[in-house]
């Protein structure tokens, strides 16, 4: 529990509630989402699962990155070999795509 240093404890004290739930709040807000943005080659694509798989120019396709690409995102035009440029954000773990364009 925080307590005000500006009041003493014999005359009660005062709780930082709104402080503390500031800091909670901000702690909370600042790893939820991360968003990033990145330009590499398509690999493959699963048009059932709406998932693509990317690496980055002249890299392995081992190392290829997967993301999620939502309803809301066309991806009718992709085909492997195509070079993209992807804004994403990172939830629950997941690459999901934001934006896509050649």
């Known amino acids: 529990m925080l307590w005000c240093a500006s009041r003493p404890k014999a005359r009660g004290g005062v709780v930082m509630k709104n402080i503390a739930a500031g800091v909670i709040g901000l702690l909370l807000v600042s790893g939820a989402v991360l968003a990033a943005d990145m330009t590499g080659e398509v690999q493959g694509i699963d ?3 709406r ?3 990317v690496t980055l120019p002249g890299d392995c396709v081992c190392n290829a990155v997967t993301y999620e690409i939502p309803t ?3 991806m009718g ?3 492997p070999g195509v ?3 992807i804004m994403y ?3 629950n773990g997941m690459n999901v795509v ?3 364009n050649k």
Do not use: H, P
Request: no cysteine; aromatic share 4%.
């Open 98 to 100: 934001s934006k896509l």
């Open 83 to 85: 070079t993209v440029k």
């Open 51 to 53: 998932l693509i798989q």
């Open 47 to 49: 048009r059932q699962k």
């Open 77 to 79: 035009w992709l085909s």
């Open 89 to 91: 954000e990172v939830a």
């Open 72 to 74: 809301t995102v066309d």
